[in-house]
């Protein structure tokens, strides 16, 4: 993808976290853009840096961790990775509006969920008392709060998790951001609520053209849910492409064994690989080769001495891209039922 296409375009992201005891990559080698009206998702098991990765670049993480980032993240014309602090600050929820894992984290328990909103919409458009309160409680209805009106004066602890996620959402969209990062939003909510709520993002990117990052350890919501899916390994893009490319012709054992897990894809002729056992390595002493190595069934000893690049998968072409070049040495094998 070239810059100009890219609404949100990341290259060559390597992010270093160093604590008092330890200092780890958290993210080698990244890259990956955004177009509007685009979802993409990432995906990949706890720890392997999707929200390093995605929050890194905005300022947004931990305290108590010195971070040390390289590479370019460009929004608007300008990079994130070279701008000042306040710049960046000044990006966040105006251009990029974030939905945490955790809405508490976002919401101040002391004070009622509608008067939060409507702040946030003061804030980023200017507007005066009373339109903010209407434009808030026209956000709750759109993102599917029944009785909006009545939820306005509602304490956060009065609302279910899911309602609570859908206030998030509304205070992620109140800047009217042109890119939404959503973090797992949907982990700790049971599995209807968490369909309606990937739904819901669905339905906000197709009407307002949002360009849309879904952050989740779940490979089967991506394929409803999003065009685009970066694989994420240890750090490391193991695959990445069109959605219905990954997941239909899987060129990395590890995407292959991310479906395997996942039961609808076991099924019909998407019988694609073997669940993957064992667990990522520690990042703190890495092996000059693979990632995967340790896990992969297919590991040949050249795995081990080089990293893999990024190839165009033969099958699909464009923009279909796998590290893993026993798989590219090889015909991707596909069962046709
Ligand atoms: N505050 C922190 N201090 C030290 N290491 C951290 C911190 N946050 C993340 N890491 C490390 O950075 C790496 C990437 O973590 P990250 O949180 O991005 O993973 P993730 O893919 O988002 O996982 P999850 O699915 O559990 O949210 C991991 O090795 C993790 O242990
Ligand atoms: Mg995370």
Do not use: W
């Amino acid at each position: 993808m070239t810059s100009s296409q890219a609404i949100y375009d990341v290259h060559n992201l390597v992010i270093d976290l160093h604590t008092t005891t330890a200092s780890i990559r958290a993210v080698d080698g990244v890259s990956f853009g955004i177009r509007p009206g685009e979802t993409v998702a990432v995906v990949g098991e706890s720890g392997s840096g999707k929200t390093v990765m995605t929050l890194g670049p905005l300022g947004l993480l931990p305290e108590g961790v010195r971070v040390d980032i390289r590479g370019e993240a460009r929004a608007e014309g300008g990079d994130l990775l070279t701008m000042n602090s306040r710049a960046v600050s000044a990006l966040r929820g105006r251009y990029f509006g974030v939905v945490f894992q955790d809405p508490m984290s976002a919401l101040n328990p002391m004070l009622k969920v509608g008067p939060q909103l409507a702040a946030q919409i003061r804030r980023f458009r200017g507007a005066d008392k009373t339109t903010a309160k209407r434009e808030a409680i026209n956000l709750l209805r759109r993102t599917g709060i029944p009785d909006p009106e009545d939820r306005f004066d509602r304490y956060p602890h009065e609302m279910s998790g899911g309602m609570l996620q859908r206030v998030m959402i509304a205070l992620a969209l109140a800047a009217r951001p042109p890119v939404l990062i959503a973090d797992e939003p949907t982990t700790a909510l049971d599995a209807t609520v968490q369909a309606q709520i990937l739904e819901l993002l669905r339905q906000i990117q197709r009407e307002d053209g949002i360009a849309v990052i879904l952050i989740t350890h779940d490979i089967g919501a991506v394929a409803a849910a999003a065009d685009r899916v970066v694989v994420l390994y240890a750090g490391q893009v193991a695959e990445q492409g069109a959605v219905m490319d990954v997941l239909t012709q899987p060129a990395h054992p590890y995407t292959r064994g991310l479906l395997a897990s996942v039961p609808d894809f076991r099924s019909g002729n998407r019988i694609v690989g073997r669940e993957i056992s064992g667990s990522p390595p520690n990042q703190i002493k890495l092996s000059p080769g693979c990632r995967f190595a340790d896990r992969c069934p297919l590991v040949q000893p050249e795995c081990r001495v080089h990293r893999p690049l990024l190839e165009t998968v033969k099958q699909s072409g464009g923009d279909h891209l796998a590290a893993c070049p026993v798989i590219a040495a090889t015909e991707v094998e596909h069962v046709v039922a």
